[in-house]
Antibody, heavy 120, light 113 residues
Framework: EVQLVQSGAEVKKPGESLKISCKGS????????IGWVRQMPGKGLEWMGV????????TYSPSFQGQVTISADKSISTAYLQWSSLKSSDTAMYYC?????????????WGQGTLVTVSS | DIVMTQSPDSLAVSLGERATINCKSS????????????LAWYQQKPGQPPKLLIY???TRESGVPDRFSGSGSGTDFTLTISSLQAEDVAVYYC?????????FGPGTKVDIK
């Protein structure tokens, strides 16, 4: 059974760093893209970027380039989304999603989401 | 960037009636080398992650009821729910995965009339 299990909810202060995770199981982790999608409270879906764990190729949306870092550790089948200095505007639900190789960015299977709250 | 728009923003349909959602991309998402439209539809219910319904504009994901269908090509696409059921109340998003950023449409909320 394919599973994407994301790390738990986080409450952080502005300026703090954060790394959330998405662990894949039940499939060959290195043969599928993993992407990240933001959903701010009461809002729509925003595509952030993707990584191909097989060779670590990464593509970002210009809206998120430089604001976050996407990485993966294929030895433990886990992808990450990282901030070096959080802002209150980063408060959102973050989803990871798996994509087939020929369809990078399309979310075939989704994690349960990680709620990030940034507040002083 | 390819801009995705959806219409209407929301609609209310009686149980058993048809619901139609439109999605338009600012540029074609049809890849000529394989004749595939890089367009997907998702359903998101409150408190849940999105669920893939349709990909390549018209291919139904495994397990998705056949009352859901997708059509269109190039820049204009439609998601149709042929006979609305109570469990179809959700927000529906289209997404292009033709080029980066692989953005979503703003969403269409579907309710029961």
């Amino acid at each position: 059974e394919v599973q994407l299990v994301q790390s738990g909810a986080e409450v952080k202060k502005p300026g703090e760093s954060l790394k959330i995770s998405c662990k894949g199981s039940g499939y060959s982790f290195t043969n599928y893209w993993i992407g990240w999608v933001r959903q701010m409270p009461g809002k729509g879906l925003e595509w952030m970027g993707v990584i191909y764990p097989g060779d670590s190729r990464t593509t970002y949306s210009p809206s998120f380039q430089g604001q976050v870092t996407i990485s993966a550790d294929k030895s433990i089948s886990t992808a990450y989304l990282q901030w070096s200095s959080l802002k209150s505007s980063d408060t959102a639900m973050y989803y990871c999603a798996r994509s087939e190789k020929e369809a990078a960015g399309r979310g075939d299977f989704w994690g349960q989401g990680t709620l990030v709250t940034v507040s002083s | 960037d390819i801009v995705m728009t959806q219409s209407p923003d929301s609609l209310a349909v009686s149980l058993g009636e048809r619901a139609t959602i439109n999605c338009k991309s600012s540029q074609s998402v049809l890849y000529s080398s394989n004749n595939k439209n890089y367009l997907a539809w998702y359903q998101q219910k409150p408190g849940q992650p999105p669920k893939l319904l349709i990909y390549w504009a018209s291919t139904r994901e495994s397990g998705v009821p056949d009352r859901f269908s997708g059509s269109g090509s190039g820049t204009d696409f439609t998601l149709t729910i042929s006979s609305l059921q109570a469990e179809d109340v959700a927000v529906y998003y289209c997404q292009q995965y033709y080029s980066t950023p692989k953005d979503f449409g703003p969403g269409t909320k579907v309710d029961i009339k």
